[in-house]
């Protein structure tokens, strides 16, 4: 990563990579810890990767990408076995390691500061008038109901170009969530993740969170600041 003069950041590499790729980097986030991985799914990223420079911009999706796109078609298979028993493991079977991993799990010192953590979150949700379809009744301060909250707030902000004060309201929501929630615990859920993960691409999924979400607050405040 690198550092950029404020008033040029839309016309840097750097700057330009990050805002067409930030809502792929979540979408790869929330794919494979949302569902254990299927072998389509497993096939598209693992087309993708070669391709997709935003990997690069953290040390865990270039390791990622390089693993990723080294896999043959013929391995597929037995690789999406082998992350779907990894992805049970940690976050889906009777003694999961992982089992609940929602904000208010790690934020909350008592039932109460709990329930105004999630009251606080779909508050934020209500705000912008974003509803999730959640398949299989995901609870609103889950991780990936989250992370999705950020990619769809992205692509308003990216749809409202031209709109100046529009797009601000959804930078400046973005900024706000990053800040107030996922900051302030994907670090810890992060670390925990990479240190439990047995099978480098979960490792390495852990290690791209930890790493992207502080870059993108970072990124998005510059971007702030050149359009204010």
């Not at 870059?215 to 405040?221: G, I, S, T």
């Amino acid at each position: 990563m690198t550092t950029m003069a404020v008033e040029t950041l839309l016309d840097t590499v750097e700057g330009t990579r990050w805002l067409q790729g930030r809502g792929w980097v979540y979408q790869l986030l929330i794919d494979f810890l949302e569902d254990p991985p299927s072998l389509s799914q497993m096939a598209s990223w693992q087309r993708q990767a070669a391709m997709r420079e935003e990997l690069g911009l953290t040390v865990g999706g270039r390791r990622l990408q390089e693993y990723l796109s080294k896999l043959e078609p013929c391995e597929l298979p037995q690789v999406c076995e082998e992350e779907t028993r990894e992805y049970k493991r940690l976050f889906a079977c009777s003694d999961a390691v992982l089992p609940c991993v929602c904000e208010s799990m790690y934020r909350a010192t008592d039932q109460r500061s709990g329930q105004r953590c999630l009251q606080q979150i779909r508050e934020a949700y209500a705000g912008c008038g974003i509803v999730f379809n959640k398949l299989q009744s995901e609870k609103d301060d889950h991780l990936t109901i989250e992370l999705e909250f950020i990619a769809v707030a992205g692509e308003h902000m990216d749809d409202t170009q031209g709109m100046p004060e529009c797009q601000l309201m959804w930078l400046d929501t973005q900024i706000d969530f990053l800040e107030h929630h996922l900051m302030q615990w994907t670090p810890e859920f992060s670390e925990e993740l990479t240190a439990l993960a047995q099978t480098l691409l979960y490792r390495e999924i852990g290690h791209v969170l930890g790493e992207f979400i502080p870059y993108d607050v970072q990124m998005l405040r510059l971007l702030r600041k050149e359009l204010a």
